[in-house]
């Protein structure tokens, strides 16, 4: 399922980052839209942050109008921060006004995706670290608007956001008590179901399970573990709502996602649409049916506002 995220985007330079995160464009492939003086895009997710140019270890397009370049990653990750340096040598200046933008679509050579910051300025050779609420997207950007200019880069890394399940610290309840609603979220996807390790209802009508985050979260998606050794076609249609509301046990909720069908005993993940906040995340099955989950796993992070103040 492709995401289609809708953010208010702003630059959190107080925002302290202190756990090691891997650099993922290290497994990219890169591109730009010209290349002059031997400055291949590749070299800015070489590893090297080596500033000199006339070491090959920097990227140099042409002199041209909107001079880009782009990552493409293997595939769609949620991106909260991306770091480069600038060339050491020579023309500092060159990088002011750069965009960084990120997304999956390749219209206009990815430069129409999300905007997630702006460089005013970057002193000779420095590198700097831009951070900002996470972005779903494959393809990272770099692009200078304008006539007559030049794009050099000398490394570029993309990090992923570091996303944790909140369903273990969560308090799970569902509409009818043939098992134990907390099964679901006890860190195991064991997906026997005879044996204990899963969650059902009574055979009823829009039967729920729902888990109380007991704060108010981003979340970026869900993952669904479903039961292998009978009646895997029990989750078909199931919809994955998330919201602050218990209004009618939480299934008014906004939609997440729509559970179209899991393989028995397998684990899908499902991206809302956009990123929902909310306390609680219902699965309801919308008819008459049981409903019977082995595992759910909720992955998300405080609203970047209170992770700010909290830093």
Known sequence: MMPSVILSLMLLPGLC??????????????????TGYTGQAMFAVDGNSDTNYGHGT???????????????????????????????????????????????????????????????????????????????????????PGHQKYLTLCEVKVSEADLRNLALRGTATQSSLHSLAQKAVDGNRNFNLKNG????????SAPWWRVDLHDTYTIHYVAL???????SDCLNGAEIRIGDSLQNDGKDNPLCA??????????????????????YVTA???RVGILSLCEMEVFGQRPIAERSLMA
């Open 58 to 144: 920097c990227t140099h397009t042409v002199l041209e109008k909107d001079p880009w370049w782009r990552v493409e990653l293997p595939h769609t990750y949620s991106v909260d921060m991306v770091t480069i340096t600038n060339r050491g040598d020579c023309c500092e200046e060159r990088i002011n006004g750069a965009q960084i933008r990120i997304g999956n679509s390749l219209e206009n050579n990815g430069n129409n995706n999300h905007l997630v910051a702006t460089i005013g300025s970057l002193q000779s050779g420095a590198t700097e670290t831009y951070k900002f609420a996470p972005v779903k997207g494959r393809f990272v950007n770099i692009v200078i």
């Open 284 to 286: 309801v099955l919308p």
């Open 225 to 231: 573990t479903n039961q292998g050794d009978c009646c």
């Open 258 to 279: 729509t559970v179209s069908s899991i393989p028995p005993g397998q684990t899908e993940y499902f991206v809302c649409t956009k990123f929902l906040k909310g306390r």
């Open 17 to 34: 980052v202190t756990a090691f995160r891997e650099n993922i464009a290290l497994k990219g492939k890169a591109m730009q839209s010209s």
């Open 197 to 204: 390790f899963c969650t059902y209802t009574a055979l009823e």
